[in-house]
């Protein structure tokens, strides 16, 4: 158990975060896998995750309290918390040129509430037992839309940019304790999210964005996180990994 870390990774019910679970506990980590709605789709995780002491572990992570109470409870339940992986993330369209003022400002505030404010105040409540941990790691789970933009979610694409320099910030300041943070950025993933665009008319086109000829798949961009969380990134504290497929090149 003496290499076995403790991990607490957000929107761990599914998708992305379910990989990135998946990934930690292979490598012998234990896992808090934090879910907000499906209680189900958590128990489900929980319960095929290789090895064992892994916690479920709930919140609104719209809601300040929820998120410090949580992250206690999983740094409790684990003995500890090693690893932090803001995966969480809501994804609502709102169209500029077609919704009211009134969706627009509810698609805005959540957007900004879980996304953004939720990260950062897991951040927050997670540091001082990073700290007494001896150091460890935050991922951060972005977006290929935070660079490219978002014209029907701008929303998402500003709250994924918010997280990108969040990131950053918080690298300057944890390094001193030990503590890095990297930031991947997928662009779209095989996940149930993503369901209705891929198998849409437009899947064909989203697909062919990238040279495979593919979207991502959740295991492609867990083991970018599982990499940012080693003590072999430790130096590369403040990337930020593209996981696209070359669908989008920055430099």
Known sequence: MSNSRAVLVTGGSRGIGRAIAHAFAA?????????GASR???????????????????????????????VDEAAAALDGL????????????????SVSYEEWQAAWSRTLAVNLLGAANAT????PHLVAAGGGAVVNVSSRGAFRGEPDTPAYGAS????????????????????SVGTVAPGF????????VLDGPDGDAVRAQSPYGR????????SAVLWLASPGARFSTGTIIDVNGASYLRS
């Not at 189900?40 to 995780?45: Q, W």
């Not at 992986?85 to 500029?96: E, L």
């Not at 979207?215 to 867990?222: I, L, M, S, T």
């Open 40 to 70: 189900e789709r958590a128990e489900a995780v929980l319960a095929e995750l290789p090895g064992d002491g892994h916690v479920l572990v709930q919140a609104d992570l719209a809601d300040a309290d929820e998120v410090g109470r949580m």
């Open 160 to 179: 994924k940019a918010g997280l990108n320099a969040f990131g950053q910030s918080m690298a300057i300041a944890l390094a001193p304790h030990g503590i």
């Open 27 to 35: 490598a012998g980590d234990r896992v808090a896998v934090h879910w």
């Open 82 to 97: 090693h690893v932090l992986v803001n995966n969480a993330g809501v994804f609502t369209a709102h169209p500029p040129l």
């Open 124 to 127: 927050f409540r997670a540091v």
């Open 215 to 222: 979207v991502a798949r959740p295991e492609e961009v867990a």
């Open 189 to 196: 993933v095989q996940t149930e999210m993503a369901r209705e």
